[in-house]
């Protein structure tokens, strides 16, 4: 029977680029300067550098993250800074109230039916509100210097001059409180919503650390207060930053998010 | 070609012997020896590694073949292709993403005593019994993972 262990055989792809690197080197030595080969074995050396190069950044850049949240962010939780929390995925949203829902608020003053411009931040055990300045014309991204972030990923890590942004937190909800509900609405076949609801599931799933834990309701139930799919399902959720689309999308929340920080769930 | 061939044939003994069990066990509560969460994460996207690998190896295969000039050219042609138009090893990429906190699972798994982790990992229990196990702990509703 085969007995290699197993903590080596997950060490493997870690060393297997380096190695890559270092026989392909080798070759090249070896090889005559007019050798046809050798230009393409040079190349292809450069890309395999660039690929074990990526192993360092992911450090830096999961700190430089948290970095850019807790210096533009007011009121960030210093205790949500840890070396496992990733953050997964962030969209800026507007929450409205959609009428008859019981998340909707009875006898309140109009003021408050402003909508109120918020952006998630998904972390993969997390979910934090946080409220952005003014009408919302700025995004989130470029409030917490994201953008910049991944612009300069590769080199120096975190940008500099970051201030704080006018955004604030609302609260941090634990993703195994989260409850993902159909809110149903106008014009959506029962199927499409089927598979609207399982692809949460799938999705949290795969990134909650207590898959287990997470509770889905299907339907239109007492449990109605946050159509969180809606901003879940449109995101592809990657575990490593891909070309970002500068372009944000809005949701709708249903006043799941107002809510929040009146129900005593946030900031424990 | 030789590292590439055991390199290849380590990678599949991680896939077939320790990944695919340990998360197919992860699925039902039952027969869990680690929780999903953990087991894709330690296991990270090996699913997407092997091929890549797999590629390469048969295209340095049939480079020594008498054919190899004609059909996959030398070794810089080869490697070139995989690296760069093939794009296949990003996926190491990724690979590298959770390597910190699939350590630190792995510790922490492979310390707890009562754990089917560190029995499943150290004592090699061929997946064939394993799965037998599993089935049967199953049917009389024995958690094989302790907590």
Known sequence: ?268 | MATERSYVKRLRTLKHDYADPLRTFARSKDTAIISLYDANTLFGNIDNILPVNEALLADLEKMVSPEGPRTVGYIGDVVLRHFKDLHGFEQYKQYYVKREEAQSIFEREISRRSSGFAAFVDVRIPCVLLSVCSSACSELSIPLRTR
């Open chain 1, 1 to 268: 029977m085969n007995r290699i262990g197993l903590r080596e055989l997950l060490m493997d792809p870690v060393q297997r680029i380096p190695r890559y690197t270092l026989m392909i080197n080798t070759m090249i030595k070896r090889m005559s300067p007019g050798d046809p080969q050798r230009g393409k074995l040079v190349e292809a050396v450069e890309i395999a550098s660039k690929i074990a190069q990526a192993e360092v950044d992911e450090e830096t850049r999961r700190a430089s993250v948290m970095f850019c949240l807790r210096t533009t962010i007011d009121g960030f939780p210093p205790g949500l800074i840890s070396h496992s929390r990733r953050l997964v995925d962030y969209i800026d949203l507007e929450d409205t109230f959609i009428e008859g829902l019981p998340s909707a608020p009875s006898g309140t003053g109009s003021s408050t039916l402003e909508p109120l411009h918020c952006t998630l931040f998904l972390f993969d055990d997390k979910l934090m509100v946080v409220k952005r300045p003014g009408n919302g014309e700025k995004s989130g991204q470029v409030l917490a210097g994201l953008d910049q972030l991944e612009k300069i990923a590769k080199g120096s890590g975190v940008p500099s001059g970051l201030k704080k942004s006018g955004m604030s937190c609302k609260g941090v909800v634990d993703l195994t409180d989260v409850v993902a509900t159909d809110v149903g609405g106008a014009g959506m076949s029962s199927l499409h919503r089927e598979t609207l609801l399982s692809d949460v599931r799938k999705i949290f799933t795969s990134i909650s650390r207590n898959p287990h834990r997470t509770r889905l309701i299907d339907g239109l139930g007492a449990h109605s207060d946050l159509c969180l799919w809606c901003f879940l399902l449109t995101r592809p959720i990657s575990t490593h930053n891909k070309q970002r689309s500068t372009k944000r999308v809005s949701w709708r929340t249903s006043g799941f998010l107002r809510q929040t920080s009146v129900r005593g769930r946030v900031n424990r």
